[in-house]
């Protein structure tokens, strides 16, 4: 997202000019389409461009793959970094999910009423998945939703009392998105 860039409400694909709906709430329910397991990939691509782009379309796997690339993908991956000479650092420890949309969906909405005073729900066709992921990222971090993600990246460390480490893991099996495994 660059600020002097105007927010995507179309694109042009192989000459033919697309309009799109990225309003946050239609992205979301891209990402559930694609959580139904029951769909084959492809069912989901067509399901997914008819959510964004309309049902008169012809649906491609090119489409689609060029749509989530370029205006929906959220950025999870780590960037390789390399030294002086040009050769890769090593791999920092994988990064862990720290945020669903699904079932974190009630802190989001009270972390943006608390901190931007939105009501998402007044939002919905209107916020663009840009703005939204924006705001969702700068979220303060008296938040609720900023202090589940704390939570969940917490890893002890030297020093802290072993009553603070039992009440953090305590809270990360609260407020895990996965199973943890017992230590």
Same mark, same amino acid.
């Given at each position: 997202?660059?600020?002097?860039?105007?927010?995507?409400?179309?694109?042009?694909?192989?000459?033919?000019?697309?309009?799109?709906?990225?309003?946050?709430?239609?992205?979301?329910?891209?990402?559930?389409?694609?959580?139904?397991?029951?769909?084959?990939?492809?069912?989901?691509?067509?399901?997914? $461009?008819?959510?964004?782009?309309?049902?008169?379309?012809?649906?491609?796997?090119?489409?689609?793959? @060029?749509?989530?690339?370029?205006?929906?993908?959220?950025?999870?991956?780590? %960037?390789?970094?390399?030294?002086?000479?040009?050769?890769?650092?090593?791999?920092?420890?994988?990064?862990?999910?720290?945020?669903?949309?699904? =079932?974190?969906?009630?802190?989001?909405?009270? %972390?943006?009423?608390?901190?931007?005073?939105?009501? $998402? @729900?007044?939002?919905?066709?209107?916020? @663009?998945? @840009?703005?939204?992921?924006?705001?969702? %990222?700068?979220?303060? %971090?008296?938040?609720?939703?900023?202090?589940?993600?704390?939570?969940?990246?917490?890893?002890?460390? =030297?020093?802290?009392?072993?009553?603070?480490?039992?009440?953090?893991?305590?809270?990360? =099996?609260?407020?895990?998105?996965?199973?943890?495994?017992?230590?």
């Amino acid at each position: 997202m660059r600020l002097n860039d105007p927010l995507v409400t179309s694109f042009v694909f192989d000459d033919i000019e697309y309009q799109i709906d990225l309003s946050f709430d239609n992205v979301l329910d891209v990402f559930d389409v694609f959580d139904d397991e029951d769909l084959r990939t492809y069912e989901s691509a067509a399901i997914c $461009l008819a959510l964004l782009l309309g049902d008169d379309i012809a649906p491609t796997l090119d489409l689609w793959n @060029h749509v989530y690339f370029e205006f929906i993908q959220v950025d999870n991956e780590q %960037s390789i970094e390399y030294d002086r000479k040009g050769n890769p650092m090593p791999v920092q420890k994988e990064s862990k999910k720290s945020i669903d949309f699904n =079932k974190d969906a009630e802190y989001i909405y009270a %972390s943006f009423r608390q901190a931007y005073n939105i009501n $998402l @729900h007044r939002e919905q066709g209107k916020m @663009h998945w @840009h703005e939204f992921k924006a705001l969702l %990222s700068g979220l303060p %971090s008296d938040t609720v939703m900023q202090r589940i993600v704390q939570i969940r990246l917490w890893e002890p460390s =030297k020093g802290e009392a072993a009553e603070y480490k039992q009440a953090m893991r305590d809270l990360q =099996k609260i407020y895990a998105l996965e199973e943890i495994e017992e230590e």
